[in-house]
């Protein structure tokens, strides 16, 4: 208060209804007395409105402390019209007298997204520093009667952000046009390889999207947003840095929070804290390999989406840097990440727990990156059915160069329990739990005080192992050594038997996430076997589908025993 009146001192300060004001009602608005010119232009009557009014013949500028209301700009909530143009208004006035904004409690519509960005139309973008602030509960607008911005352009974007220094976006829920994806099932989420619906825009460089950071690059000539074409004017590839995101929750779109998709570099020193992200192909996207320092904390994604954390779909050359995740909770999703082929970007998982996740994810095209998953517990989905429908594990539920579990628990939710694996080089396990069988496809894996479980024993570890693993067959001799419960049966329908417990494949798959989409069965018992051919009969297995038809087999077999259930 001391530095208001301080100001109120040095320059006239007028309310129009009251011209005699001697102190200031913060609020209200502040009026200073320009007469009839300001900064050398004269004033008209066309002028008078959010920035002037005028009182007798004097004019007054509306001085601005702290942060600016929409609401003076006509922003109003919850009328069921285009609050587009006078929300873009707002900003671009608090840009240039150097305020925040404050959004009102309610739903904006917008017919596209807002733009905060410095420098004239047609010229390189300045840098620009301006927080945008909404009010209540940005997680259920409906409850706690907090801001809603609903993007209504399939094509677009909600807010796009070019070359912001130290810029705060906070308590905002913003949805989008992705409304399809409320329907997946768990089914769909798994099965499913498009996650966009409703015709929107899921272009690699311009993806409908909830807030995008550094969008606009001359350079990115293939995908462009259409309606935001006359800010494609860089000629530098500098972007933003030191970017806060604070309690928003984004909802219905393909990339949620989507950051450098263009390839300008930097997008370096971003913060998300306490964010939301549902209903969506990709919850968390970097673009660019100097996306430094992406760091994000207590975040939360249930349900409907592909991909949490992703660092490859939408980038210009699919070499971005991954975030740094430290504290998530999610549940439902297909991958947790999915990085690029570029060694040397960590990615680090820290002090989170995933429910039904179908995959970890890693590195689809090839083993690169390499990856620390520290205390963590790990849910992964588990064969079960939906509708008659068999949803089952891959059989990679992570591919990298190298892994590190520690204090980590990776077990199956469902059941039944099959093979699955790891394709790594190197993987140390320390302190932690993974589930059994788990097969390394090449490399050497490390264990340190490890549990490994599975159906019906309990295998503790003890000191530290070392496990060289050239083939798959090597891995899961280790495998079989290291249980003494599990064996391998192979194509070779010689080594089967009648009266063997077994889990079938109606198609062989190599592939890492399995995208011929090959069926599994479990729990069925071989009752005839033609050693000619390398195929079995099989009764008695989970899915009616199966039962007396013919597979070939490629899996692992569990013994005929009694032990109690683990």
């Keep these: 208060m001391k530095h208001l009146f301080q100001v109120a001192a040095t320059i006239l300060l007028f309310s129009p209804a009251a011209q005699s004001q001697t102190e200031i ?7 200073q007395l320009v007469s009839t010119a300001d900064h050398g232009r004269k004033l008209t009557t066309e002028d008078v409105g959010v920035l002037y009014t005028k009182s007798g013949n004097n004019y007054y500028r509306r001085v601005f402390y702290g942060r600016a209301e ?9 009328d069921g019209k285009d609050d587009y143009p006078a929300l873009q208004k707002a900003v671009n006035e608090c840009i240039k007298q150097g305020v925040s904004l404050n959004l009102p409690k309610g739903e904006i519509e917008l017919s596209e997204g807002i733009v905060i960005r410095n420098g004239p139309e047609g010229k390189p973008s300045e840098y620009v520093t301006m927080d945008l602030y909404g009010d209540g509960n940005a997680f259920d607008p409906n409850i706690g009667g907090g801001t809603k911005l609903k993007l209504l352009d399939k094509t677009g974007a909600a807010i796009y952000l070019q070359k912001g220094k130290g810029c705060t976006i906070s308590d905002i829920k913003i949805e989008g046009q992705n409304t399809g994806l409320f329907n997946f099932s768990i089914w769909d989420m798994v099965n499913t390889k498009s996650f966009t619906t409703n015709g929107v825009a899921d272009n690699a460089n311009a993806p409908h999207a909830g807030i995008v950071i550094d969008p606009f690059y001359t350079a990115t000539t293939r995908f462009r947003y259409p309606k935001k074409l006359k800010y494609y004017t860089e000629i530098s590839n500098s972007g933003s840095t030191s970017i806060k995101i604070n309690n928003v929750y984004i909802s219905s779109f393909v990339a949620n929070f989507c950051i450098s998709p263009a390839g ?13 992200s549902d209903h969506s192909n990709v919850a968390v996207s970097t673009g660019s390999s100097q996306n430094r320092q992406v760091r994000i904390e207590n975040f939360t994604c249930w349900g409907q989406t592909q991909t949490v954390f ?3 779909s939408y980038t210009s050359g ?9 504290g998530f909770n999610i549940a439902q999703v297909k991958y947790l990440c999915r990085v690029g082929a570029w060694f040397g970007n960590a990615s680090n998982f820290m002090n989170g727990f995933a429910e039904e996740i179908y995959s970890l994810g890693g590195c689809f095209e090839q083993r690169s990156n390499t990856f620390y998953i520290t205390n963590c517990l790990i849910y992964l989905m588990g064969s079960q059915l939906e509708k008659d429908k068999l949803i089952r594990n891959p059989r990679q539920v992570l591919q990298c160069d190298d892994a590190v579990f520690d204090k980590t628990l990776i077990a199956l939710y469902g059941k039944p329990i099959y093979q699955i694996g790891l394709s790594v080089n190197d993987v140390l396990v320390d302190k932690g739990e993974i589930p059994a069988p788990f097969i390394v496809t090449a490399g050497r894996v490390r264990y340190n005080f490890v549990t490994v479980r599975s159906k019906g024993y309990k295998i503790d570890q003890g000191g530290v192992q070392s496990e060289n693993i050239a083939s798959e067959a090597k891995a899961i001799q280790a495998v079989n050594e290291r249980e003494n419960s599990w064996s391998f049966i192979s194509e070779s329908a010689n080594k089967i038997k009648a009266g063997d417990f077994v889990t079938l494949t109606n198609e062989r798959s190599r592939g890492a996430f399995e995208y011929s989409n090959p069926q599994f069965y479990s729990g069925g018992t071989v009752v005839k076997v033609n050693t000619a051919t390398g195929e079995v009969v099989v009764q008695g297995l989970a899915s009616e589908m199966a039962k007396g038809e013919k597979y070939s087999i490629y899996t692992t077999r569990l013994p005929q025993r009694n032990d109690k259930a683990y």
Excluded: H, R
């Design 310 to 312: 992703d660092s490859y």
């Design 70 to 78: 929409a609401s003076w700009w006509g922003v109003i909530v919850n």
């Design 318 to 326: 699919g070499s971005a840097c991954p975030p740094i995740v430290n």
């Design 25 to 31: 009602n913060l609020e209200k608005p502040v009026w």
């Design 264 to 276: 300008l570099q930097n997008g370096e020193n971003i913060f998300l804290t306490n964010c939301w």
